[in-house]
């Protein structure tokens, strides 16, 4: 059964540095979202992305972030200079079309700021 | 006003039990509803989903929609250990085939213990 996967499971990284999480889509989605869980919290959407631009962002996705799609199969969420707040569960869905719309998610990729 | 509200529990049911989680929310224009289960330190898992007020059944689980009330509803019949998870309800005020993408606002989650 097809899944979408992440990388890496865990992350650690020190204040201030540059993170990319990545993702692997389900082969034939086109439309892709990140998500983060804190600990604790609710699972909150990020942002979304298709046809090679942001659909959507929520007030959490600042100048901080951007999403790419570097090639046909992977998906990055970048953080350009880590805080303490983003230590969190991020995780990355995808969803198709005509009937398989649906969002399905990832394992999740841990990230630890120290 | 929080725009989706779910009791996170935790709620611990004998094997066999019916349980029951449930969702209210604030935001009238949200249209699409799912739930979703998470095992712990995983991703969320889409159970089920539904567009309209009603019931809908798949095996030992039922959705219910309320929209009139603002309330969602899973049931899960003959409950097994295995069923042991965070339940999440996830909604959204845009159908995904009118729309392609869409985000979707979740619950906290109802953490599910069923006991052998």
């Known amino acids: 059964e097809p899944e979408v996967t992440q990388t890496p499971s865990h992350q650690v990284t020190q204040m201030g540095q540059e993170v990319i999480l990545r993702c692997v889509p389900i082969?034939?989605?086109?439309?892709f979202y990140w998500y983060r869980q804190i600990l604790g919290q609710k699972v909150e959407f990020l942002v979304s992305f298709y046809n090679n631009e942001i659909s959507e962002k929520s007030e959490i996705f600042d100048d901080q972030f951007s999403v790419e799609r570097p090639d046909g199969s992977n998906f990055t969420l970048k953080i350009r200079s880590t805080k303490l707040e983003d230590s969190a569960m991020y995780f990355c869905a995808s969803s198709g079309i005509g009937g398989d719309d649906e969002q399905y998610f990832g394992p999740g990729t841990r990230l630890t700021v120290t | 006003q929080k725009e989706v509200e779910q009791d996170p529990g935790p709620l611990s049911v004998p094997e066999g039990a019916i349980v029951s989680l449930n969702c209210t929310y604030s935001n009238s224009a949200f249209q699409y509803f799912m739930w979703y289960r998470q095992y712990s330190r995983k991703g969320p898992e889409l159970l089920m989903y539904?567009?309209?007020?009603g019931n809908k059944e798949d095996g030992r689980f039922t959705a219910q929609v309320d929209k009139s009330s603002k309330y969602i509803s899973l049931f899960i019949r003959d409950s097994q250990p295995s069923d042991s998870a965070t339940y999440l309800c996830a909604m959204s005020a845009t159908f995904p085939y009118e729309a392609g993408s869409y985000q979707l606002t979740f619950g906290k989650g109802t953490k599910l213990s069923v006991i052998p």
């Open positions: 539904t567009y309209s007020s």
């Open positions: 082969s034939n989605h086109l439309y």
